[in-house]
């Protein structure tokens, strides 16, 4: 029963993480096409590496950019992540240097951008972008409440898809979490024992109650 | 009976603090100058902010920036363990960002003191710790104003935030913050001790407006400017980071002028001389 348990949860956390992607993808090919921008991005923060990840890309660099890294301390996508505060910039090329950093972190040098945290709960998840806004539109305080809304709904999606890697680390890696899940693993199988003979399980929940209390 | 009431050798002028007993109503006597109408021109007209000591807590501040001008002081903060560092920062501004804030200030009020404090550009882990650490430390060195185009979502910094909010208010430290237009929890912007600012979309750098739907308080320039960068350059921005630099400057101006004023004081003569209450537009 158990290893059909950890097989079961582990097929659906593969799955939950497609289709989280899906939902990441979707989110920047829809912020592109609203905005009529040239390509949209999402980073998410590695906290353990301390940078910041492609997670999905929409229009320009759309084939090569995913999976690509770089420190969380670099250009606006670092500083929209730390400081919690979205920005638009309309004219990056106007400073060279500062067009460098951006095409590090975009591939290529756009023109304008605009940048918004991800936030969800107390945590400071990642970073959408929206690049290259046609320049005859005017851009209004309205369209940075939209690109919030937007953040909102990435935020939530990249919320799910972190935690499903959490599962799967559970299920599969070396760590603590790993020792927590074998622990219920244990569980489990006392759980589907006819009777609890020696009281362990029960002591064993106790203990964990305790655990719980402690922590 | 304590130790300090029983030893009667206070200083027979010191302001009573705790209680006001009869004998000291005299003493606590204040030379009220208010006018009939607080205008703009009373408030700040003929200022330059001089003498006034501003922080810009953010990125780092680009000294010799055509816009900024003389830096005064320049620190950057880590934090290692419990142990804060503070040490002069040569580094200049990391992103570009504090010195666009320090532009906007500068422009508004040409003569006061721009201060940097660094707490940002080490990347994102223990970015909240600094912030509370460089924000302690500004407070502690008594700016006048301390301009935050920044917040922490973090809830365990929630409460020690609010506890410096409260003490620069009483030792009459402004702290000016950006608020937030998402649906999330953060800090300091949301405490009532300090001001906080969103955006409009006008163009002159004097129109503000007192938002009587708080708890953003006021919205000012935050659209579409263009702001000091890296390299002497500028950049066209938008957002409530460069609205937050407006008020700390026109805050500046007042300060130069009514020195005597306290946050509570200050508050409400930019309320008075907002553009949608009693002020020009």
């Not at chain 1, 059909?4 to 992607?21: F, I, K, P, Q, T």
């Not at chain 2, 000016?176 to 237009?181: C, D, E, F, L, Y």
């Not at chain 2, 949301?190 to 708890?215: A, C, M, Q, R």
Request: charged share 25%; glycine share 8%.
């Amino acid at each position: 029963m158990s290893e059909d348990l950890r097989a079961a949860v582990a097929a659906g956390v593969l799955g939950a993480e497609e289709s989280h992607r899906e939902l990441l993808q979707s989110v920047v090919e829809v912020a592109r096409a609203i905005f009529r921008a040239k390509a949209s991005s999402i980073f998410l923060l590695d906290e353990a590496a301390d940078e910041l990840v492609f997670e999905a890309v929409a229009g320009e660099g759309a084939g090569e950019l995913v999976g690509k890294r770089f420190p969380s301390s670099t250009g606006i996508a670092g500083w929209v992540l730390v400081t919690r505060q979205p920005l638009v910039i309309d004219d990056v090329t106007a400073d060279r240097r500062f067009g460098r950093d951006v095409a590090e972190s975009t591939g290529y040098v756009p023109k304008g951008l605009m940048a918004v945290p991800l936030l969800h709960e107390e945590r400071s998840l990642g970073v959408l972008e929206v690049l290259d806004r046609p320049t005859d539109t005017r851009f209004t305080l309205k369209e940075m409440d939209l690109l919030g809304a937007f953040a909102n709904q990435a935020a939530i999606a990249l919320d799910l898809l972190q935690r499903a890697r959490r599962a799967r680390a559970a299920l599969d890696g070396d760590g603590d979490a790993a020792l927590l899940a074998r622990v219920a693993t244990k569980l489990e199988q006392r759980g589907d024992d006819e009777d609890d003979d020696d009281g362990s399980r029960a002591a064993a929940v106790q203990l964990l109650r305790a655990l719980e209390q402690l922590l | 009976m304590t130790a300090e009431e029983e030893t009667p050798e206070e200083p027979p002028e010191e302001l009573p603090a705790w209680s006001l007993p009869a004998d000291a109503v005299e003493r606590i006597r204040l030379e009220t100058a208010w006018p009939e109408r607080v205008t703009r021109e009373w408030a700040w007209g003929g200022s330059t902010g001089a003498g006034v000591r501003v922080c810009i807590l953010d990125s780092g501040v680009e000294a010799g920036h055509p816009d900024v001008g003389v830096v005064d002081n320049a620190v950057a903060v880590t934090v290692s363990g419990d142990e804060t560092n503070v040490t002069d920062d040569h580094e200049g501004d990391l992103c570009g960002h504090g010195t666009a804030c320090a532009g906007i200030v500068r422009s508004l009020a040409p003569q006061c003191e721009i201060h940097s404090v660094r707490v940002l550009g080490a990347g994102y882990s223990g970015s909240g710790a600094v912030l509370l650490a460089g924000l302690r430390w500004a407070i502690d060195q008594g700016y006048d104003v301390v301009n935050m185009s920044l917040s922490t979502t973090k809830q365990k910094f929630a409460s020690m935030l609010h506890e410096l909010a409260d003490n620069a208010y009483f030792r009459r430290t402004i702290l000016v913050a950006s608020a937030h237009n998402m649906p999330v929890e953060s800090y300091p912007w949301k405490f009532s001790s300090v001001i906080s600012v969103g955006s409009h979309e006008l163009e002159d750098p004097l129109t503000f407006f007192y938002n009587p739907s708080p708890p953003v308080e006021f919205f000012a320039r935050g659209y579409e400017l263009a702001v000091a960068w890296l390299g002497g350059g500028r950049l066209r921005c938008t957002g409530n980071s460069f609205a937050t630099p407006h008020i700390a400057g026109i805050v500046a101006l007042i300060l130069a002028k009514h020195p005597e004023l306290t946050p509570f004081q200050l508050k409400s003569v930019l309320h008075l001389t907002a553009s949608n209450v009693g002020g020009e537009s």
